[in-house]
């Protein structure tokens, strides 16, 4: 058991050192995927998943913060989940409720700032009140952003982008011809800090669940079949190497 921790150790401090820190991608973003799965394979309800899911995002908080990643947006619940029956739907919330409660002094113990992305006006008004403090609170924070997505659809942002821009255009802030993919850019929720440079997704599907579609556009993919609950520091700093293993051409020539 002891030998095992030992090799386990070296290998982390092995694939840790591998790492060139001048080239640490500065948007990552992850779906959180697998958390039923793992509950059920351990014979549990999927709440239990869920809550092993919550406790994984607070050491990869940390994790991102040790390894130099400026921004983090996790998918933590879709504008499609609603689809789920009301009991584990309730039970996200709820723990992302009690997420904030426990985890807020260290957050921001750690110079977090925290950022929740999406349409929040379908929650409940005491957890909208609740995320509207704790983003208060780490305002002046000047570490890691950590964008939080709940209610939460790449579509929906942009339709939402569109109503803000021809809003302004009625109001003649905006005229049409000035409106390029720069201008665009400033009405996302994860504006100025758009680009996602490396997604990651664990649970052993490959798709993108109409995550950031706008802010994928030169993203690089690491996909897992590891279910979020056991992803680790270890598994992050996997990702971050094959990023950087990576020729990145955004559409030229190397
Ligand atoms: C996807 O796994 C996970 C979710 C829809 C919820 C993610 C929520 C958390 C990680 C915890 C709460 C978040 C915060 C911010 C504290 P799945 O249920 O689709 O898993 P499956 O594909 O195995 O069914």
Redesign the pocket.
């Known amino acids: 058991m002891i030998n095992r921790i030992i090799r386990r150790r070296k290998q982390t401090a092995s694939s840790a050192e591998l790492l060139d820190m001048n080239n640490i991608p500065h948007h990552v973003a992850i ?10 394979r351990r014979g549990m309800p ?1 709440a239990y ?3 092993a ?2 406790n ?2 607070k050491r990869i908080v940390i994790a991102a913060t040790e390894l130099g990643i400026k921004v983090l947006t ?5 504008t499609e ?1 609603w689809k ?1 029956p009301v009991d ?1 739907v309730t039970y ?1 919330m709820k ?2 409720d ?3 409660g426990k985890n807020l002094l260290e957050l921001n113990e750690n110079n977090v700032r925290l950022h929740f992305i999406g349409d929040m006006s379908r929650l409940h008004a005491t957890l909208q009140q609740k995320f509207i403090a704790a983003e208060a609170e780490m305002a002046n924070n000047t570490g890691l952003v950590l964008n ?1 997505a ?1 209610n939460y659809g790449g579509r929906l942002e942009m339709v939402q982008a569109m109503q803000h821009v021809a809003e302004d255009v009625r109001k003649g802030t905006l005229l049409p011809a000035d409106i390029d993919e720069a201008v665009l850019s400033r009405y996302l929720y994860t504006a100025p800090d758009n680009d996602v440079d490396l997604l990651i997704r664990p ?1 052993a ?1 490959k798709r993108v669940s109409n995550f950031l579609l706008w802010q994928m556009a030169y993203a690089e993919f690491w996909f897992t079949d590891l ?2 609950p056991d992803f680790t520091k270890d598994t992050l700093i996997d990702a971050i190497l094959s990023f950087q293993g990576r020729e990145r051409r955004f559409g030229g020539l190397k």
């Open positions: 779906i959180m995927d697998g958390n039923g799965r793992w509950a059920k999927r998943g869920h809550h899911g919550a994984t995002l996790v998918y933590a619940f879709s989940n789920r584990e996200i723990l992302m009690e997420y904030l939080v709940v649970g599907d279910c979020w």
